[in-house]
């Protein structure tokens, strides 16, 4: 009985989080295979699993699929995020717990930090992106000063990853939080003088 419970608790919970995820995300391949996966999972644990080997067999198939990368399309770190989570509670569904709420309250948890922390407002205002910038641009302070007025936003971080002096462009990989309308003004100040500075500094 207690088995039949977590995997209707199990059922009901892959079920609001790929309707979360497809509601904020609308990527419908994915409601797929987080659906296919969690099932697949609670179906062959449940199938394989004793109390003999229960806790081994979890270990092993987070060992297995972990290592699963969908090649065929690129999925970001909170696709990832959603995707363990739809396996953890696959294996929470499908073990025996010695205690049945136990399980109950790892699913809800699981569930809720996911959906929590990928909440549209959660850090609403940092963001990052890649760009291909018309220009090689060597000095860094010039490169986040013409970014942060590009984007409107203060960046926090920026990596070089190409520098092509030939097509006279420069890709780069930014972290930045976007600021409200009433400061920009002042930060494009402070950005355009950094920029001034830095290019004195090299004509001297």
Do not use: C, K
């Not at 039949?4 to 892959?14: K, Q």
């Not at 992106?129 to 203060?154: F, N, S, T």
């Amino acid at each position: 009985m207690d088995q039949i419970v977590l995997v209707a608790v199990d059922l009901v919970a892959i079920g609001l989080l790929t309707s979360t995820y497809f509601r904020r995300h609308r990527r419908r391949d994915l409601v797929v295979a987080y659906l296919g996966m969690n099932v697949g999972v609670l179906a062959v644990a449940s199938t394989l699993s004793s109390a003999a080997i229960g806790a081994g067999l979890g270990l092993g198939l987070f060992g297995v699929l972990s290592i699963i990368r969908l090649r065929s399309t690129e999925i970001d770190q909170r696709e990832v995020a959603y995707y363990f989570a739809a396996l953890a509670l696959g294996i929470l569904g499908a073990l025996p717990a010695q205690v049945l709420w136990h399980s109950v309250v790892f699913m809800a948890l699981l569930l809720l930090t996911v959906v929590v922390a990928d909440h549209p407002r959660v850090l609403r205002r940092h963001h990052r992106q890649e760009l291909v910038l018309d220009g090689a641009m060597l000095d860094r302070v010039a490169l986040v000063a013409r970014l942060e007025g590009l984007l409107g936003a203060r960046v926090h971080q920026v990596a070089v990853q190409r520098v092509d002096l030939v097509d006279d462009t420069t890709w780069v990989d930014v972290r930045y939080e976007t600021v409200p309308p009433s400061r920009r003004r002042g930060q494009g100040e402070t950005g355009r003088e950094a920029a001034r500075t830095s290019t004195a500094g090299a004509g001297s």
